[in-house]
Structures are given as C-alpha cells and as structure tokens.
C-alpha cells in the first residue's frame, strides 16, 4: 500500500494464497514463505502503478517515496523474513528511511480505513486465525492487552469446525452461511471461560466439543445436521465474545468498541455487537469487510504516524515470531 501524508490510501493491493493453503486445511508455513517470494515484486510495482494513476502521474519509484515500512511482527517467521528483506532491499537502494510495524497495530489503525474521525480511547477486539484478544487502546501507540486466549484463535476455532465438517478451508465464511440455514440452540456447546471473572478466553475446548459431537451422531448412524452444528458452534463462540467485550468495556469505561482480524467479518457477531454497543451507549466502528483481513493498508497507516513521529528502525533489524503489542517498540 502506498499512503500521502495526510493518511489517504493511494494504492492497496491484497494478494491472497488462500488457494494453495486450502488443498491442506490450513496455512502451510512453507508455502506461505515461498509464495511471499513469488508475489512481492508483482504486488509492489503493482501497486506504484495503481498509486501513479491515482495521482495522475506517468509512473512511480521507490525514490519518489519518503519511506519504506515492513511488518516485522508478530507472526510466521518464514513470510515476515519475506518482507523485512525487501524492504531493507527497497529502502537502502532508494536511500529512504526504514519503518518497522507491529501487524496487530496494524488491526487497531484499521478501524481508520472506514472511520477516518476514529480515536482512541477504545476497547478493540482483535479476532483471526492466529489471535483472540481485547486491547485497551488508551491513546495512539500506548495499548494494554486486557486478556487473550489460552489456547486456539477463534479463527482457527473456526477452520478446525469447518474442517472436521468436510467443508473445506478457510472455515469461518463457509461456516457462517451454514450457520445462516440452522437454529444457534439446537446444540449446546460449552461456553469455555464464560464465567471466569476476566478477561481470557479458551477455544480448543468447544472445538473437541464439536468434533465429538459430530463423531457421536456419526457412530450412532446420524448424518450430522450441519446448520445446526455449524449455528450452534458459532453461537457459543459469539456468546462468550459479547460477554467479555461488555466487561471490557465496563472496566476501562472506554466509550467506542472496534473490532479487527479477519473473524471480523463474521455477520453474527458483528449484529450481536451492534445489540451491546447500543445497549451501552457505547460508539461501534466496524471496519469494512476488506480492512478486516491482513491488508497492507493498515500497516501504511501505522508507518504514517511512526514516520512523524520519527520512529525509524535500522537496517539490521530483524522478524521476529513474537511481539508484545503493550511494549512501546
Ligand atoms: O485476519 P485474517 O485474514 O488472517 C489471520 O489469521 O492473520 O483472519 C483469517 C481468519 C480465518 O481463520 C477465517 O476462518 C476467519 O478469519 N474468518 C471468519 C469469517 N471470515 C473469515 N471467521 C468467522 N466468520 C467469518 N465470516
């Protein structure tokens, strides 16, 4: 993504693997690595083209840019390695200045991509394959992580329901439109951690839940039903979700609730927010469907501010796996 120095995106463009990983049921770290290999220099000039037309400019350079900014965590090693070596690449042949991002920032600034008057303070919920959490976000770069899973992302939760169904992966769309055709109480599946007086929660729990119950009808001759499976499952997990946003929400006494990861775009628990918010008088910002998955957009955004406030990172710097998102970097 390219962004000015007002924070509009010029350009931003996604490139999805989703198809290689889906023949395995899952990301293979080993693909995922190679095929940042494969599309990085295609999706970068890309993007100067689209940002070029955008500004109404005959082309683009990395010279004609101020800076250069790369997710260096947390996440994959393999992928992250991918970018922080590119951009070292782009940033040290252009002679602009590096920016390291934290990719679950990068969910946090999304919240601008629809909402450009969005601010802090704020309780987000992060949600996606590899994250459940709910941050306070006291004010631009000072967050607390108020409690995180245990164990499973919800995501994942629901890649490994959809899985154990036979309906192919990515599983939280796929299990969302089931869902839509079935009845949420028809199963009653385990609110893990429903009651446990803070802020974490637990996944693998509901996961082996469902994955029994469907051998157990299988056993006994049943076909399972999926809608109702698929309703009940993610009613359970929308529950405890609501649930613990509503005690975030009291306990920091934040007056706007956000939500980020790519579970974001789940239909249901963005209606079941959308009951609590206004319950509690409380302002709701939605990303868009498309600011909700990992975009570069966001991680722009991020670089924005970190350029202004010239928080530049050098050229040795390296990936890392893990990042806490409390610690000022
Ligand atoms: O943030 P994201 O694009 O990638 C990372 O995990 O970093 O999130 C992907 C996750 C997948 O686990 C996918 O199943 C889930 O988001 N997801 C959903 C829905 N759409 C995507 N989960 C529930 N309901 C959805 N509609």
């Not at 940002?51 to 997710?71: M, P």
């Not at 770069?141 to 992966?169: C, M, P, R, S, W």
């Not at 439109?177 to 951690?193: E, K, S, T, Y």
């Not at 839940?209 to 009940?232: C, Q």
């Amino acid at each position: 993504a390219i962004v000015d120095g007002e924070g509009n995106l010029v350009a931003d463009i996604v490139a999805s693997q989703v198809d290689f990983h889906a023949r395995f049921g899952g990301v293979v770290p080993e693909i995922a690595s190679r095929k940042h290999i494969e599309a990085i220099c295609g999706v970068c000039d890309e993007c100067l083209d689209v940002a070029a037309a955008h500004l109404g400019l005959e082309h683009l350079t990395w010279s004609d840019l101020d800076a250069v900014a790369v997710t260096y965590a947390p996440g994959l090693m393999g992928a992250l390695v991918v970018g922080v070596a590119f951009a070292k690449g782009a940033a040290w042949g252009a002679g602009k200045p590096l920016i390291g991002v934290n990719h679950l920032e990068g969910h946090l600034y999304a919240n601008k991509i629809g909402a450009p008057d969005f601010e802090p303070p704020a309780v987000v919920s992060l949600v996606s394959g590899g994250n459940t959490m709910l941050v306070h976000m006291r004010g631009w770069g000072d967050y607390e992580t108020l409690g995180a899973t245990i164990d499973d992302a919800v995501g994942e939760a629901f890649d490994k329901v959809a899985k154990a169904l036979g309906l192919g992966y990515p599983g939280g769309p796929v299990i969302s439109q089931q869902a839509a055709l079935g009845n949420p109480d028809a199963i009653a599946f385990p609110r893990a951690m429903m009651h446990s007086g803070d802020l974490r929660f637990s996944l693998s729990g509901l996961k082996t839940a469902v994955v029994t119950y469907i051998n157990n009808e299988r056993d006994a001759g049943r076909e399972p039903n999926v809608p109702d499976i698929a309703a009940s499952f993610q009613q359970a997990v929308v529950d405890v979700q609501v649930k613990k946003a509503e005690m975030a929400l009291r306990q920091t006494g934040a007056r706007t609730f956000c939500l980020g990861g790519g579970v974001a775009a789940n239909p249901v628990l963005r209606d079941a927010y959308q009951a609590l918010c206004k319950r509690l008088h409380v302002r709701l910002t939605l990303p868009p469907l498309s600011a909700c998955g990992d975009n570069a957009g966001m991680i722009a955004l991020v670089a924005l501010d970190r350029y202004y406030a010239g928080k530049f990172c050098p050229l040795d710097a390296d990936a890392q796996a893990h990042a806490n998102l409390d610690e000022p970097y």
